[in-house]
């Protein structure tokens, strides 16, 4: 079983819809969550990071349940430029981060 | 800063043929770490270093080498290469070797084995 799994998608939304990605984490003992957007051919960078209480930047917000073991992204008002890959992250304290394979979003006019 | 940089940019191989792909980060930071990325199955951890000297292996070490002499550079050396090690090679570092920080990813290599 993979240590982290996402929903591979595609979403095609529309531009301005909310859109929701989740994803699972199998080791309990994870302790950092982070979600990484992947553009084309290009390297993944840091979306932002998960806190317990969960957090919030713009549009996106982050959640994690620790009960379930899944953290979510959600993306309000989508634009174009919203775009990619979304890569979710699960780190323990072995200093290994376990990345999910990503689910593509495609944001269309 | 040049944060992290990876050379080549694009490489092909024959079969049986070695090489280093090499990885440098000017950010002083103490971790550093290899991935590799296939289709459909996301990055998956090759090594890990938590400082200088220090070195492990992660999800998929074998055909792999690595070294860290110095905090600033960590490559990563391909013994025999095989057309299963086809793949994107991301170089990646840390602040800190606690896993609780973001990581910093180097533009990639692009490795063909034929």
């Known amino acids: 079983r993979k240590e982290v799994e996402q929903d591979p998608g595609p979403f095609n939304v529309p531009e301005g819809a909310t859109v929701a990605f989740n994803c699972t984490y199998s080791n309990s003992a994870s302790q950092s969550f982070f979600w990484y957007r992947q553009d084309c051919r290009k390297e993944p960078k840091l979306l932002m990071s998960v806190y317990s209480s969960g957090n919030e930047d713009g549009r996106f917000t982050a959640q994690l349940n620790r009960a379930s073991q899944y953290i979510s992204l959600l993306i309000r008002d989508s634009k174009l430029s919203d775009s990619a890959t979304y890569l979710c992250v699960a780190s323990n304290t072995g200093n290994q981060f376990y990345f999910g394979t990503g689910t593509s979003l495609t944001v269309i006019p | 800063n040049a944060g992290v940089t990876q050379t080549p940019k694009f490489q092909v191989l024959k079969t049986g043929q070695s090489m280093t792909l090499q990885c440098a980060q000017d950010?002083?930071?103490?971790?550093m770490s290899w991935y590799r990325q296939d289709p459909g199955m996301g990055l998956r951890l090759i090594h890990y270093s938590v400082g200088a000297g220090i070195t492990d292996q992660g999800e998929v070490p074998n055909g792999y080498n690595v070294s860290r002499s110095t905090t600033e550079d960590f490559p990563l050396r391909l013994l025999s290469a095989a057309p299963s090690q086809t793949s994107v090679y991301f170089c990646?570092?840390?602040?800190?070797?606690?896993?609780?920080?973001?990581?910093?990813f180097g533009p990639g290599t692009r490795l063909t084995v034929l």
């Open positions: 990646a570092s840390n602040p800190s070797a606690s896993g609780s920080y973001t990581q910093y």
């Open positions: 950010m002083n930071h103490e971790y």
